[in-house]
Structure formats: C-alpha cells, structure tokens
C-alpha cells in the first residue's frame, strides 16, 4: 500500500473585532453569527490538526509496520537464498569428491563425499524450517533423489574399490550421474530461484526507502508546524529503514559466522579487478585456502570451538595482507583471499607463504591451543585464467595438490592438472591401451657387483601410441598414479611380468623378475591375495617376483603398509625399498619392515664421484643396509667411475645404462650370451645401434 499526501488544510482562527464603545458592529444577531463562524473554524482546526496529527501518526504506524515486514522478508529470502547455495555448493562438492574418488579413491575423499553430504542434509533442514509449502514439496523430492544418489554412490564407490571400472561406468551412466543431474535441476533452480526473490525483496525495501524518502520531508515540515516532536519521530523510522536495508545487504553478501565476505561478494569483487585489469593491465592474485585436518577439531571438541576457531581465522591473515586485499570465507574451512596488483606470481607466492607464517601460533578457543595449517593453491590472472570461473577452478586444483603432496603452498601448473583436455584425452587413451593390450614392457637387468653374474631383472613398462610415437613413462604413469587408473596399470604388468618370468622358467633360465608398486597399491588392501592369484595363475614360484615400493610410499601411511608388506612377505615374495635415501624412513621402521633390499636412489649414485656429499651418503647407506642384513643395490649406474666407487664400498648388486639399457624380453638371451662372450661392459644399446651401422654401411 503506498499513501500519497495531496496537500493539508491549514485553519486560522481570526478574532471578533468590536467598535471602539464596546458594541457590536451589527446588532445582536451578527455578533452570533460571528461567534458560530469562529467556533466552527475553531472546531474545523481542530479537526485539522486531528486529522494532520492521525495521518502523521498512521504514516508512522505503516512505515514502521512496512519497513519491518520488508526487512524480515528480505531477511528469509536472504536466509533461504544462503541455504540453497549452500546446498548447491554441497551437490556440487559430492560429484567432485565422487569424480575424486573414481580417479584416486582413499579414506581422505570418502570422509570429505561423507561430509559434503552431511553439509547437504544440513542445508535442507535449514530450508526446510524457513520454506512454504511448494519449497517444502521440492525440499522432500531433492532428499529423496538424494538418498537414492547416496545408495549408488555406495554401490559405485564399492565397484572403485574393486577396481570393476565397467561397473563404475554403468552405476555412473545409468545411475548416478541421472540422479545427481536431477538434483542439481532442483537444488541449483531453487537456489537461482531464491536468489532471485532475495534481491527482490532487497530491492523492495529499496524502493520503500526511495519512497519514505521522499515522504519525508513534507512530514516533516508539517509535524514541525504542528507538533516539533512528530519530526524526531519520523527522522528514527527513516534511520530504522536505512538500517534494516543495510543489514539486509550486508547479511546476503557476508558470511554469517565469521562476518568475512561470502562467495557473492568475493565473485563480485574479482569480477570488477579481472576488468579492470583488462583495462590497465594489472594482475590479480587468487589464493584459495584449506585448513588441514579441521574436521578433527570438531570432532575432538565440537563445533563451537570449531566456529570460534573460524572466527578468527580471517583476522590473523589480515595481519599479513594490505588493505586492499580481501578475505572471503566461501564455505566451511575454506576461505579465499583477493590480491589487487599482486604484480606476478612470485609475489602471489610470498603472500601465501606469509598467511602459512601467520597460522603458525596456536589460536587459543576458551582456555584451549589449537594449532592450524593450511594448503593454499595460487593463481594469478593472465597466466591461470581471465575468468572467475577458470581462476576458481584452477586455485582449487592447485590447492587439492597442495593438500595431497603435503607442501603446503602449490601455484597451479597444467601438467598436474587431470581435468585439463589435454591431459584427460591423454588418460583416456592410456586406459584404451590397457584395456587393449597396447602397452608393453622392457626389462632392465641387475648385476652381483662381485660375480657379474645378473641377480634380476626390472620390468618397465612402455608405451607405443599409434600417433604420439613413444610416450615416456614420466608423462603417464604419474598421470595413472594420480587418477584410479594406476590400479589396472599394476595389474597389468604384473600380469606381464609374470608371464614372462613363466617363459624364462619353461626355457631352464629363470629370472627373478621385479616389479614396481605405487603409493596407491598400499591402498587396496586385497593387494597380497591378488598377486597369489597371479602367481598361481602363470604357476611362477613366489620367489622368482620382487616387489619394489618407494620409501615415500611407505611413509604415507606406515601402519597400512608395513601390514600389507608383511602379507606379501609372507607369500614368500621378496619385498625392496625403492628410492632409498629420499624420503624420511626411520630406522625404526627400517627395521621392523619385512624387506631384503635396499636401493639407493640414482640421483645420489650418478653424482657420488663428483659429489663428495653423495659419495658419503651412498656409502653410509650400505654400510646400514649391511648392518642390518639387507642386499644393496645401487641404481642409475652411469660410467665406469661410478661402479668403481660402488665396488670400493663394498656395494652388493648395480644397475645402469653403463652395464646394460631396458631391453625387450627376447633380447635379454642374447645380453646374457654377449656377456657370457667376454663383452659385459660394452652397453648393449651401443652395440646394437653400432651393428645396425655397420649393416647399413655394408649394404651401401
């Protein structure tokens, strides 16, 4: 209802005015009429001022009754609106975990899917409380679509965990990747729908305010006509509108616990740097921050400390950054930090390095110390991206990097990036080549040191493709580890390995045939069974499969691997540690890990005889191999020099392009016979490419 003032009567009471004498001026009857004349004006200005005084009061009454009731809609639709983006966010949260976890499952992303839909739940009471009917209809299909998400979810999570990959796909395909679409139709619809009203309702108080504006001021004159005190009166209901639209504004574009902007307002505010330094050419810088290991706190403490906790996470990385740069919270423990004119990378870098710092003291919550990290993916515009929606997704890559590799601070690079193009048409051919036998392996033998004789060989694997020409190893196995194609991958070439080994066995020349494990192999704990499956299948003796782990894999989780080692041991396969001297064993676990070998990574071999520092650390590290009983075999043999210094230490087995290149399997015979022939230190590639030459010159 809007009230428009047309105007207001004004009365003025004129007084009798008698001739001097004291008479009337007309006789009796005009004194009476007079009289009537001036107690009906009378009356009507009182009626006036009645009326003014009621119109200015009822204008006071509606305002304030408009105002509220604007300001408490705009309020729930703003509350509403927060609780469908926060559910939005959620939906959005499990397909990228469900995505994560296809492609590298762990306990890690299983407990963060679980929490994003414990989030999901929690944003549908939320919504559920404040909704009419029609939402609350929408609210109970959306949680019961979302149930039955959950259900194949689980499904589809137990045929990752098999590494049943057709499984996964039909679950994905015909279950749910329909059920989340259906979802997100109803959760992102709601949420765009709610937004919408939430603005609205913004606007209307707007424009009330516009309109009270303009009321105002002719209240005002009159209420100070008629009555001073109806101007203060007016002037604090003008003040009550200015604040309820503020706060309604304040609380759609703040986060409600911490008070830091929201993900509204951070868009908005990285939007207009992203033009303007399309105008000046300034770069601005993303960080994207995640605290480690927060759920902890509140399942330790409860969620109040963890909430004080987040309240005062955005004023310590205040401390560190200027005033014109911003921190958002966009969600649970993550927050973003907007770097106007950060200048490069580099700098980007630094700053995220100085809010490492700054979370570095604890942070005291009601007489307790809690101590913080965080992983903080950087980009800066430009170089990661020109868009928000490109930076976000980046910022967040580099950031899920950070979180894995434990380093902390990650800039975003491409190559480590699975949902780049490239990379993902790249994956999805390396699966095609397992799924269609395409790969193949070479194997690299290894040498007793005091004999000559080989102890082993090394299965590598290779990749022909049929347009890329060789791919190295380096370009796709990191990409396998870092998605759930490693798993078929191992399986593979073991499956090989094994069958080669068989070869050898049915020829009278067996070879011990040693195969690499990756990180995530120490994952699955169904790894023993499987590979006495294998052995049982090709009837290869257990002893004739060496199973090589890197010592970083070992630390990612000791307790699981020295469990599964020790099933493995316990096959009667022997067990090596990979990369020696790289990683961060204690000689505790050392010792109480079921292995044999030791090899020492090649970076500190191919230098030793230039590098004193190396040569000491090689040399210390047979020695402890030795004491505790192990064989030491060094890798990355280069020159004779080398081998030399290795034979000196008392080195027990080497390996190296110098004593021989990763040959194919119907090559090793005739290695081993050219060895046999007195030719053991001329490298066999050499030699082949040299014959090769000599074959072309002759034809010539």
Not at 166 to 179: F, H, K, L, T, Y
Request: hydrophobic share 45%; proline share 3%; aromatic share 6%.
């Amino acid at each position: 209802m809007r009230l428009q003032w047309r105007g207001a009567a004004w009365f003025h009471i004129v007084p009798s005015r008698f001739r001097a004498g004291g008479g009337p001026t007309s006789g009796d009857s005009g004194s009476k009429n007079t009289a009537k004349r001036q107690a009906r004006r009378s009356r009507l200005a009182g009626v006036g001022i009645v009326v003014v005084l009621l119109m200015v009061s009822l204008f006071a009454i509606w305002s304030s009754q408009l105002a509220a009731r604007a300001a408490a809609a705009a309020t729930e639709a703003s509350r509403q609106s927060q609780a469908f983006d926060r559910a939005a966010a959620a939906v959005a949260a499990e397909e990228a975990l469900a995505h994560k976890y296809r492609l590298n499952p762990s306990v890690s992303v299983r407990a963060d899917f679980n929490a994003a839909s414990a989030d999901l739940v929690a944003a549908f009471q939320q919504a559920y409380g404040d909704a009419g009917p029609e939402q609350r209809t929408l609210i109970q299909r959306a949680r019961s679509r979302h149930d039955r998400y959950l259900s194949s979810i689980e499904e589809m999570f137990a045929a990752v965990d098999r590494n049943d990959t057709m499984e996964v796909s039909r679950i994905a395909g015909q279950e749910v990747d329909p059920e989340f679409n259906a979802i997100v139709v109803l959760v992102q619809g709601e949420a765009d729908r709610e937004h919408v009203v939430a603005m609205a309702r913004i606007q209307e108080v707007q424009n009330l305010h516009d309109t009270v504006r303009g009321l105002v001021p002719l209240v005002f004159i009159i209420g100070l006509l008629m009555v001073a005190g109806l101007a203060a009166i007016t002037r604090g209901y003008r003040k009550l509108l200015d604040a309820e639209r503020a706060g309604a504004l304040y609380a759609s574009m703040h986060d409600g616990l911490t008070s830091l902007p929201n993900r509204t307002l951070m868009g908005d505010r990285l939007d207009e740097l992203l033009k303007a330094g399309a105008r000046t050419g300034a770069t601005t810088g993303l960080l994207l921050m995640d605290l480690d290991r927060f759920k902890e706190v509140n399942d330790t403490f409860g969620h109040h400390y963890g909430d004080v906790l987040l309240r005062q996470i955005g004023p310590r990385l205040q401390t560190r950054l200027r005033s014109s740069d911003t921190v958002a919270r966009l969600g649970g423990d993550e927050f973003a930090i907007l770097l106007p004119n950060v200048g490069s990378l580099a700098a980007a870098t630094r700053v995220a390095d100085a809010l490492q710092e700054a979370l570095e003291s604890p942070f005291h919550v009601e007489g307790v110390e809690l101590e913080v990290e965080a992983s903080i993916g950087v980009v800066i515009s430009g170089r990661h991206g020109s868009d928000a929606s490109t930076l976000l997704q980046h910022a967040d890559t580099a950031m899920y990097v950070a979180k894995g590799s434990d380093l902390g601070v990650v800039a975003y690079e491409s190559d480590t990036d699975t949902h780049s193009p490239e990379r993902l048409v790249l994956l999805g051919e390396l699966r095609h080549a397992i799924e269609n036998d395409e790969l193949f392996l070479h194997y690299q033998p290894t040498l007793d040191m005091g004999s000559g004789e080989v102890t082993g060989v090394e299965a590598l694997v290779r990749w022909e493709h049929p347009t890329r020409g060789a791919v190295y190893p380096d370009d796709f196995v990191p990409l396998a580890e870092y998605t759930g194609l490693i798993g078929p991958l191992t399986r593979f070439v073991l499956n090989s390995a094994l069958s080669q080994a068989r070869s050898w066995v049915d020829e009278g020349a067996p070879l011990q045939v040693a195969v690499n494990l990756s990180a995530r192999s120490l994952l699955d704990e169904h790894l023993p069974r499987s590979v006495e499956e294998l052995l049982e299948a090709h009837g290869v003796p257990a002893a004739l499969l060496k199973l090589e782990i890197t010592e970083s894999a070992i630390m990612a989780d000791p307790e699981r691997a020295s469990r599964l080692l020790r099933g493995l041991a316990d096959l009667g396969v022997e067990i090596s540690i990979d990369d020696f001297g790289v990683g961060y064993t204690s000689l505790g676990q050392l010792k109480n890990l079921p292995i044999s070998e030791l090899k020492i990574d090649k970076s500190f071999v191919m230098t030793m005889h230039e590098d004193t520092s190396d040569a000491l650390i090689v040399h210390s590290v047979i020695d402890l191999g030795h004491n505790l009983g192990l064989t030491i075999v060094a890798e990355g043999v280069e020159n004779a020099e080398v081998l030399e210094h290795l034979s000196a230490y008392g080195c027990d087995d080497a390996q190296g392009y110098h004593l021989c290149r990763p040959i194919p399997a119907g090559e090793i015979d005739q290695w081993l016979s050219d060895r046999r022939g007195g030719r053991a230190g001329e490298d066999w590639g050499l030699r082949k490419w040299r014959n090769l030459a000599t074959e072309l010159f002759a034809q010539w």
